[in-house]
């Protein structure tokens, strides 16, 4: 089946420090979705992409669905500690309208 | 406008019971979806629904589970005679019908599903 690889696995930054990641497929995707998961809770949208190439933002996020279709990144600026938490990518492809799910990077911040 | 609600939060049944999930999608939405999520792991698609009708059930074991959307009421997950490996979280998506071609959705806070 289809996977999305998420990198990095995890890391750990200091408060105000940005923050970049990255899921990658080796097959095509239509749409790109960003969740953030805080424990205990649902997936909580973030960021939607449709279209190679797109930029958006929202907020201090940012995200770009790739010119291949095959990767997109998210960044966050001036990370606070309100931004732990575990960080999905979602991609749908084809006519299909399940998601495939990334394995996630979980994110800590230090003060 | 409420979010997508699901309930029970969280279930505890012994091996061979019977686990009912239920979830509510947002206010419009005619769109639902299940997904299943290991400790550690992404989510995994398991079915798509639309009011009466199962969409996509290629996620879906092929015992034991089942998922049913009726015209009036929440929809249900229903596993029968749970196992061990049954134990994990089932979060439940909707999506509206006229959104940019079906692809947002928007997930419950999830079922935390424990066999003892």
């Known amino acids: 089946g289809q996977q999305l690889n998420q990198s990095p696995q995890s890391m750990f930054i200091q408060e105000g420090e940005d923050v970049s990641m990255n899921c990658t497929s080796s097959s095509i995707f239509n749409t790109w979705l960003w969740y953030k998961q805080d424990p205990g809770e649902g997936p909580v949208l973030l960021i939607a992409?449709?279209?190679?190439?797109e930029l958006t933002s929202n907020g201090r996020l940012t995200a770009q669905f790739g010119i291949t279709r095959k990767d997109s990144f998210l960044n966050i600026s001036a990370s606070i500690p309100s931004d732990v938490g575990i960080y999905f990518c979602a991609g749908i492809t084809g006519t299909a309208s399940k998601l495939t799910f990334g394995t996630g990077t979980r994110l800590q911040v230090t003060l | 406008n409420a979010g997508v609600m699901q309930n029970p939060r969280h279930l505890v049944r012994r091996r061979g019971q019977e686990a009912r999930l239920r979830c509510s999608p947002m206010k419009g939405h005619s769109h639902v979806y299940w997904y299943r999520q290991l400790p550690e792991e992404g989510l995994k698609f398991m079915v798509y629904l639309q009011k009466e009708n199962i969409i996509d059930e290629s996620g879906m074991p092929k015992e034991r589970f089942s998922a049913e959307f009726p015209k009036e009421g929440p929809s249900i997950l229903r596993i029968q005679q749970v196992v061990r490996g049954d134990s994990a979280a089932y979060f439940c998506?909707?999506?509206?019908?006229?959104?940019?071609?079906?692809?947002?959705?928007?997930f419950g806070p999830g079922t935390r599903l424990l066999v003892l």
């Open positions: 992409l449709y279209k190679a190439g």
């Open positions: 998506a909707s999506s509206p019908i006229m959104d940019r071609s079906l692809k947002t959705q928007y």
